[in-house]
Every structure is written in C-alpha cells, then in structure tokens.
C-alpha cells in the first residue's frame, strides 16, 4: 500500500569471518526482492550507516567473545521483533570455542604483546546462551536459499521451512553411496544437520559437520562405529572439535573421549 512503511531487516556482526552475511549478498536476484519488501537497516558487509530501531527482524552473525559483546546483544534482543542467530559461530560458538577447552589467558600472552589491554570472555559462546533466539540456522556459512526462507517466513509471521533431518537423507536424496559403506571414511553425517546437499559425500570425501548437530543426534552410537572402524580416542575428540564445538551434544561426547584418553 502507498505509504506503508517497510519492515525493518537488521543484520549484526559479533566474533565472525563475515561469511554468513557473505552468503546473503550472493543471493543476487533474490537480494533484490528482499530489499524491495524491507528497509534494510544494518548490513556490515554493505554499509557503515544503521538506522534506529526497533527491527521486524535481526540476523546475528558471530559468537559472544567480549564483554562489550555480552552488553550489545541484549540490546539488539530489546529492538528485535524476532532475532535470528545464523551460522555456526552464532548457533555453537564457532571454531573460536575451541578455546573454551583451554585456557584463554594463555593464548593471549602468546599472541598479543600486551595482553593487558586485551578485555575476553573465557569462552566462546553462541547468542542463545545469552538471549531468547526465535530461530537458530546452521552452517559455515549458512544455505542461502535456507536464508531466504527464514526471511520470508518471519515476514509473513510462520514457521521457516527448514529440515531437521540428518545429512544421511541428503546423500540418499542425491544417490550418493554411503562414503562409511562403501568407503570406510569416519564419516558425522549421521549427526549433522541437513543443508549443504551433501557436497562432501557427492565429491567421496566424510562430511566433517560443518552444519553442526542434526535435531536429535545420536553421537554415541556414531561414536562407538567409528571405534570399530579404528578411530581412536584423540581422534574421535577433534572429529566433534572443529566448527560447532560448542554445540552441547558435540560438547559431551568429546568431553567424553577426551577423558578415555
């Protein structure tokens, strides 16, 4: 309608590589049907200008790393109608959680000169440990076409149109041999969240998780095949320690194997 105003689409930057927000601007077309329905009024990847709040929605690209950013996300929480947290940084920490598992301070002293300036969180920590998230995307980086979606569903006020079945299904779906049968490769396909359309399987390569844990993984029964098929302890913790190791489920059993060690 002539002079209705436009809903307000915000994308928000934390501890990230931008890759997220990249997968939005290679949306291309569809970019620009999205913003022809909104006002986009945050997109560091785009633009330094921001326009005042309240938003229809927020995406949040990046995990919580700094105090600064503990205080920020609430208040993009308070000015957000829905808050979308999107990749795998946002949903589970993201490969920089690898250092909840250390000691942060020593990482700090070995690369910065003068670690005293330098203010961090000790961990690593996806936006849902520290807000309510109406919707959280998987992925490194996330499915554009799954991006859209979620777009549009919030828009309309649905529920985004997202499967949560296992990447498993994607390779049946593609015909692609199973790379554990057919190959013996220690394969977290069995785990991890469909998205990616099974690149890795489709190319005879394990799918390594980069869409973190599927809605109900069963991580140790995966665990225990891969056992038998000689992976060892250490290895078995690095396999669930790479993009979400924060995600609780992937958390536990490394914890797990680490300890067997």
Same mark, same amino acid.
């Given at each position: 309608?002539?002079?209705?105003k436009?809903?307000?689409?915000?994308?928000?930057?934390?501890?990230?590589?931008?890759?997220?927000?990249?997968?939005?601007?290679?949306?291309?077309?569809?970019?620009?049907?999205?913003?022809?329905?909104?006002?986009?009024?945050?997109?560091?990847?785009?633009?330094?200008?921001?326009?005042?709040?309240?938003y229809r929605?927020?995406?949040?690209?990046?995990?919580?790393?700094?105090?600064?950013?503990?205080?920020?996300?609430?208040?993009?929480?308070?000015?957000?109608r829905?808050?979308?947290?999107?990749?795998?940084?946002?949903?589970?920490?993201?490969?920089?959680?690898?250092?909840?598992?250390?000691?942060? %301070? /020593?990482?700090?002293s070995? $690369?910065? !000169?003068?670690?005293?300036?330098?203010?961090? @969180?000790?961990? #690593?920590t996806?936006?849902?440990?520290?807000?309510?998230?109406?919707?959280?995307?998987?992925?490194?980086?996330?499915?554009? %076409? /799954?991006l859209?979606?979620? $777009?549009? !569903?919030?828009?309309?006020?649905?529920?985004? @149109?997202?499967? #949560?079945?296992?990447?498993?299904?994607e390779?049946?779906?593609?015909?692609?041999?199973?790379?554990?049968?057919?190959?013996?490769?220690?394969?977290?396909?069995?785990?991890?969240?469909?998205?990616?359309?099974?690149?890795?399987?489709?190319?005879?390569?394990?799918?390594?998780?980069?869409?973190?844990?599927?809605?109900?993984?069963?991580?140790?029964?995966?665990?225990?095949?891969?056992?038998?098929m000689g992976?060892?302890?250490?290895?078995?913790?690095?396999?669930?320690?790479?993009?979400?190791?924060?995600?609780?489920?992937?958390?536990?059993?490394?914890?797990?194997?680490?300890?067997?060690?």
């Open positions: 309608m002539p002079g209705e436009k809903a307000k689409l915000a994308v928000w930057k934390f501890a990230s590589c931008d890759g997220c927000q990249l997968s939005l601007l290679d949306c291309e077309d569809e970019l620009l049907a999205v913003a022809d329905a909104v006002q986009i009024a945050s997109f560091p990847e785009v633009s330094r200008a921001v326009v005042k709040g309240p929605i927020s995406l949040v690209e990046g995990s919580i790393t700094t105090p600064h950013d503990a205080e920020r996300i609430h208040k993009i929480r308070r000015n957000s829905y808050l979308v947290s999107i990749g795998a940084c946002a949903t589970a920490g993201g490969i920089q959680a690898l250092r909840n598992f250390a000691d942060t %301070r /020593q990482f700090v070995a $690369i910065y !000169a003068n670690p005293k300036y330098i203010s961090t @969180l000790q961990n #690593s996806p936006i849902s440990d520290h807000v309510p998230v109406d919707f959280e995307l998987r992925g490194c980086p996330v499915n554009k %076409r /799954q859209l979606e979620v $777009i549009s !569903a919030f828009l309309n006020r649905r529920k985004p @149109l997202i499967s #949560s079945h296992s990447v498993c299904i390779c049946k779906l593609r015909g692609v041999a199973c790379v554990m049968v057919a190959r013996g490769l220690p394969c977290l396909g069995p785990v991890t969240h469909a998205g990616c359309g099974a690149i890795c399987p489709a190319f005879h390569r394990a799918c390594y998780s980069c869409y973190g844990p599927m809605e109900t993984p069963n991580t140790e029964a995966l665990a225990q095949r891969l056992k038998q992976i060892t302890g250490d290895e078995l913790v690095r396999a669930f320690r790479s993009y979400n190791a924060e995600a609780d489920e992937y958390r536990r059993e490394s914890t797990i194997h680490e300890r067997e060690e």
